[in-house]
């Protein structure tokens, strides 16, 4: 079994239009969808349970205390929502991770889709190569047109991406923010892994899909610091 596991807040639409109709479609049938909620206050739940799917759970996070560093009363604006970017997922993902029962894990956004062999594919290449760890491309659509990203850092896909063994073991670092490099939880948690000798393989094949939220037109950190007053209001800061 594959245990695919969502980190969301307050997303239900979007939810409802990206990962959960991808999830649901693939090819690949024997898997779990854990969705973690990380305290929503929308109607998430009851667009997950709209499903009746029992491979799908969802979750709810009760409390954010303790995230912020003591140093976060006196950052900017953009100093906030960068700390947002870089470790915003970060509980949510670990609680899920903890919730995982089955043999290899994915991840995937609640605003990211995938194409419906997706999972069958990696978990053929992984099991082909005898791979821990196994990644893809993927198409990223920016205002600019569509790109085909390649093998990014360590050798690894983006994070929607990823089918790795549970076996890893491994949960996200609450601290990554304080490195040097490579402080985002994402590339923290793909270096350990490298790092941890497991056998890593690229699928040079686009398997899954990034389109900007509504509203916005860019994605990742470009869409956090291009409107930081936004994100901070959105997440409640």
Request: proline share 5%; hydrophobic share 35%.
């Amino acid at each position: 079994m594959i245990s695919v596991y969502c980190p969301t807040y307050n997303r239900a639409e979007i939810l409802k239009d990206r990962a959960l109709p991808s999830v649901l479609a693939q090819t690949y049938k024997n898997f779990e969808f854990i969705i973690m909620g990380d305290c929503c206050t929308d109607n998430t739940e009851d667009i997950v349970n709209s499903y009746h799917d029992p491979r799908v759970r969802y979750y709810n996070l009760e409390s954010r205390e303790g995230r912020k560093p003591p140093e976060y009363a006196d950052w900017t604006a953009e100093e906030k929502a960068m700390y947002w970017w870089l470790m915003g997922p970060t509980w949510a993902a670990n609680a899920a991770l903890d919730l995982c029962r089955g043999e290899w894990i994915a991840r995937i956004d609640d605003d990211d889709m995938w194409f419906p062999s997706h999972l069958e594919d990696l978990l053929l290449f992984a099991e082909n190569g005898d791979y821990d760890f196994v990644s893809s491309a993927y198409e990223r659509v920016e205002k600019s047109g569509i790109t085909v990203i390649e093998q990014g850092d360590f050798g690894a896909g983006g994070t929607q991406t990823w089918l790795y063994k549970a076996e890893i073991g491994l949960r996200y670092n609450p601290d990554s923010w304080r490195k040097e490099w490579n402080k985002n939880n994402d590339i923290d948690f793909v270096q350990r892994i490298y790092e941890g000798g497991w056998k890593m393989g690229y699928l040079p094949e686009v398997t899954a899909l990034i389109v900007p939220r509504p509203g916005d037109t860019e994605i990742g950190s470009k869409a956090y610091l291009s409107d930081s007053g936004k994100i901070l209001d959105w997440i409640g800061e």
